[in-house]
T-cell receptor, first 111, second 115 residues
Framework: DAKTTQPPSMDCAEGRAANLPCNHS???????VYWYRQIHSQGPQYIIH???NNETNEMASLIITEDRKSSTLILPHATLRDTAVYYC????????????FGTGTRLTIIP | EAEVAQSPRYKITEKSQAVAFWCDPI?????LYWYRQILGQGPELLVQ????????DSQLPKDRFSAERLKGVDSTLKIQPAELGDSAMYLC?????????????FGPGTRLTVT
């Protein structure tokens, strides 16, 4: 699986959009980009995934660059409950491929 | 909403003792995973089951760890004997059969402290 690089920490003001970057320059054509988050003392939670196109669901939006070497997770209106560690993971997908977690980005939402 | 169940939530044991964790995946999920998460790090896969068969246990320390999923439903992870370095969060996750979905659903985890 391709390796990902994320900033170790970020702050965002409550109510603003949180933009979390991820580099995955060695991603291959059949690999998906997944985002999970882990709120303190809980198990990770799936947020969103994408292959080539930008994706949006009720939690977030995922923007993937045209060359697929990087992506950005956008939380449009961050709340205090969005404070968590966010993991960007590249995997072949369909839920049956192991997830290789890095150390993620610790996002702190500031009141 | 269906959830992955794990027990116990917390376990304190002395080194050299045996310890076991239990996981009940979401009904109908064919794939089950055990991950270990050391404080400050991301989870690391220990073992993956497809129904009752192990498909990946390359990172499982087989001299002391064992895992089973006898009927292809719930699963048990055992450590014998426990060592101080085994202190970690043990997470169970499940997903649909290959090709049927992308998402892994995680349980709340079992936090193990070895003294």
């Amino acid at each position: 699986d391709a390796k990902t690089t994320q900033p170790p920490s970020m702050d965002c003001a409550e109510g603003r959009a949180a933009n979390l970057p991820c580099n995955h320059s060695t991603i291959s054509g059949n690999e998906y980009v997944y985002w999970y988050r882990q709120i303190h003392s809980q198990g990770p939670q799936y947020i969103i995934h994408g292959l080539k196109n930008n994706e949006t669901n009720e939690m977030a939006s995922l923007i993937i660059t045209e060359d697929r070497k990087s992506s950005t997770l956008i939380l449009p209106h961050a709340t205090l409950r969005d404070t968590a560690v966010y993991y960007c993971i590249v995997s072949k997908g369909f839920g049956n491929e192991k997830l290789t977690f890095g150390t993620g980005t610790r996002l702190t939402i500031i009141p | 909403e269906a959830e992955v169940a794990q027990s116990p939530r917390y376990k304190i044991t002395e080194k050299s003792q045996a310890v076991a964790f239990w996981c009940d995946p979401i009904s109908g999920h064919a794939t089950l995973y055990w991950y270990r998460q050391i404080l400050g790090q991301g989870p690391e896969l220990l073992v993956q089951f497809q129904d009752e068969s192990v498909v990946d246990d390359s990172q499982l320390p087989k001299d002391r760890f064992s895992a089973e999923r006898l009927k292809g439903v719930d699963s048990t992870l055992k450590i014998q004997p426990a060592e101080l370095g085994d202190s970690a969060m043990y997470l169970c996750a499940s997903s649909l059969a290959p090709g049927q979905g992308h998402e892994q659903y995680f349980g709340p985890g079992t936090r193990l402290t070895v003294t």
